[in-house]
């Protein structure tokens, strides 16, 4: 029996809304070609729209109680909504999808202040889709919306929702009829969902499942995108119905943290599930207040120089340095765990491209404090088991700072060498790093290559600072020309609004330059990947840990980078960040001996400098040789002897330098 009335066929869907949408789009003619030409476009929208068929609601014994029903995290953002007949056009509106009751304003303040303009059970409507517009159209027979969205990115974020919702809210109602559901026999509840998969798009029923989770992890105030335009070619309407909105091009999807539980749904398929490493969740001490450092004075002094060479107080950095930095973009190396266990090249391109972008998500919460400039010859090692992964990683060069590192894993090979330029421009601080990052995966013999884009801290002066990345990314594998990638990181407009940041598009290009693969969303937020075989989020950031904000705004991985124990402390080198007297100080709130520390260290650094220029020498890197790519350019590789030391005979028994 079905519980909810039957479903309108498909044919049936399509005809309705025809006819629904049909009269209100065009005026009624009389000339014989226009009657001809309505009824190709008219065959057109029959091929174009595709109704989403509802799955039954699964019902699980033990599950009686509401409360045990997973609420899907929230959606809201700008589309566009077709006007009410019998006015034309569309017209920008602000929606929010919660708890399966979609609700729109005319704008977001609207919504704050409860302003409502109108509202619709989802689960209740009949959802048609278009993809090839990006149309979505709710019909709940005496409310009708016609949405569009400015992005097929978008477009699929807001129908994974839609759908999410929409399960969610068939649920509900069937824990209401729960006693009656319970009557009903196992065997036939398992044929009767069965069933509705056996009908329903592959696509359609992914998303059902893995988008329940989709963006779901930030706080409303931080998660915006901003979308390009709305496609003008508006189905049966006129070009002047957009003209009075063409000006809008602001979106965005804003949702909610995870639910507990449920923060792996949407992984990839081979990815690991990091469980407890045993390793610590919070840092010694909360983060220091920095609003009395005389910022203001220290930049404009420097306005136009390399910040790189600036001394600044110990306040204004993070227990972390730029050595460990680089660890931390492998926060997300399941990526290319997953990358060398997938046979087609081009769906392999796309968890690179992904793992590329993953590692600007840690810049997330980070724009309060910056890293510790590591001194020549510094160095850092990090071992992590549950990963599969070691590095190293040594500041090999002081002017300019070069900072180098190498990772090993049965999966990858990764390393690096960055150069970073800072420049402060009066209102903003642009970062410029001028390094390849290079990843090689053994199964295939693939050696991908590409640059990083320009990081800018704006409002660096006052307390509403924010960050954002902009600029170009091309990904090459060196092995083959099969197939290359271009991600692309929005830059904000000026006049934009949190609505306008974050935003991250790519493609995947066979040899003759035409697109394989299509991805994009929000390099805080995710990526997804409509083209591959089954649609999914390709990636997410983790969850943020318990009172992240009061420790510098660290990520669990990141919060494990510094950490110093027992057993680990006989086996590294004197160099090593983590035996670094100011940071450790810092670590442990202790401000102004990190302070003073810190000055000592960076004048016994210029006293060993001036020491080498006497005797006519230059530093010798101790675990990197340099070297030059296939393009001509000075690269640091590792030069194989850190591990071997470590071994045998040990750090202790070597000579070091001395640091600090």
Request: proline share 5%; charged share 25%.
């Amino acid at each position: 029996m079905d519980l909810y009335g039957s479903s309108l066929n498909r044919s049936q869907s399509l005809a309705s809304v025809l006819e629904k949408t049909s009269p209100t789009w065009n005026k009624p003619s009389h000339s014989r070609s226009s009657s001809t030409l309505s009824s190709r476009h008219s065959r057109q929208i029959i091929k174009d729209w595709e109704v989403i068929d509802d799955l039954h609601v699964e019902m699980h014994s033990g599950g009686d109680n509401p409360q045990d029903i997973t609420t899907p995290g929230i959606c809201e953002g700008y589309l566009l909504k077709r006007r009410k007949w019998p006015l034309k056009g569309w017209h920008k509106r602000y929606f929010v999808l919660e708890a399966g009751i979609l609700r729109y304003s005319k704008n977001q303040q609207d919504v704050s202040r409860g302003r409502v303009q109108g509202s619709l059970d989802v689960s209740l409507a009949v959802m048609s889709i278009n993809k090839k517009s990006n149309r979505i159209d709710l019909d709940a027979g005496d409310i009708l919306y016609h949405m569009k969205a400015k992005s097929h990115e978008l477009f699929y974020i807001w129908v994974t929702k839609l759908q999410a919702h929409r399960l969610f809210k068939k649920n509900e109602a069937a824990h209401v009829h729960s006693g009656f559901i319970q009557t009903l026999s196992y065997n036939s509840c398992c044929a009767c969902h069965l069933d509705s998969l056996a009908h329903m798009p592959l696509w359609v029923l992914m998303a059902g499942f893995l988008c329940s989770s989709f963006f779901l992890f930030l706080p409303l105030a931080d998660s915006a995108a901003e979308y390009f335009d709305a496609s003008d070619d508006i189905l049966c309407g006129s070009s002047s119905e957009v003209s009075e909105e063409s000006g809008l091009s602001d979106g965005s999807t804003t949702n909610s943290e995870p639910e507990e539980g449920h923060g792996d749904i949407s992984r990839t398929p081979n990815s690991v599930v990091h469980k407890s490493t045993g390793r610590r969740t919070t840092l010694p001490a909360h983060c220091p207040d920095n609003s009395h450092v005389g910022l203001m004075a220290i930049l404009y002094n420097n306005i136009g120089k390399d910040l790189a060479r600036v001394s600044m107080p110990a306040a204004l950095n993070e227990p972390v340095n730029l050595l460990q930095r680089l660890c931390e973009e492998l926060e997300y190396s399941e990526l290319l765990d997953t990358a060398n266990n997938t046979q087609d090249p081009y769906q392999r391109m796309v968890y690179i491209a992904a793992f590329a972008i993953s590692g600007y998500s840690t810049a997330t919460f980070r724009n309060r404090y910056k890293p510790f400039n590591p001194v020549l010859g510094e160095t850092y090692e990090c071992i992590r088991e549950d990963r599969g992964f070691r590095l190293i990683s040594e500041q090999v060069c002081h002017h300019p700072p070069i900072s180098a590192c190498h990772a090993d894993s049965d999966n990858f090979s990764f390393w690096q060498d960055q150069r970073w330029k800072n420049k402060f421009w009066g209102k903003s601080l642009e970062i410029l790093p001028t390094g390849m990052v290079n990843v090689t995966l053994p199964r295939y013999g693939d050696h991908y290559e590409w640059n990083k884009v320009v990081t800018c801290i704006h409002n660096v002066l006052s307390q509403q600072r924010y960050l954002e990345h902009y600029g170009e990314v091309t990904i090459r594998n060196l092995k083959s020309n099969d197939c290359t990638c271009k991600i692309t990181f929005v830059k904000s407009r000026y006049w934009g609004s949190d609505t306008n940041k974050n935003e991250v598009q790519g493609m995947v290009l066979d040899q003759s330059g035409s697109v394989i693969h299509r991805f994009g969303g929000l390099w805080h937020e995710g990526i997804f990947c409509d083209t591959l075989p089954t649609p999914k989020c390709v990636w997410k950031p983790n969850p943020q840990p318990k009172d992240y904000m009061l420790y510098y705004g660290f990520s669990t991985f990141a919060m494990e980078l510094n950490e110093l124990t027992p057993d680990l402390k006989p086996f590294l080198p004197s160099t090593d960040s983590r035996l670094r007297p100011d940071q450790r100080m810092l670590e442990e709130g202790k401000v102004d001996e990190a302070d003073r520390k810190k000055d000592e260290i960076e004048e016994i650094q210029r006293e060993r400098r001036k020491e080498l220029t006497k005797k006519g020498e230059e530093h010798v890197p101790r675990f990197f040789k340099k070297a030059k790519d296939s393009c001509g350019r000075d690269v640091w590789l590792t030069n194989g002897t850190y591990w071997k030391l470590r071994e045998n005979p040990g750090f202790a028994k070597t000579e070091n330098i001395v640091l600090w």
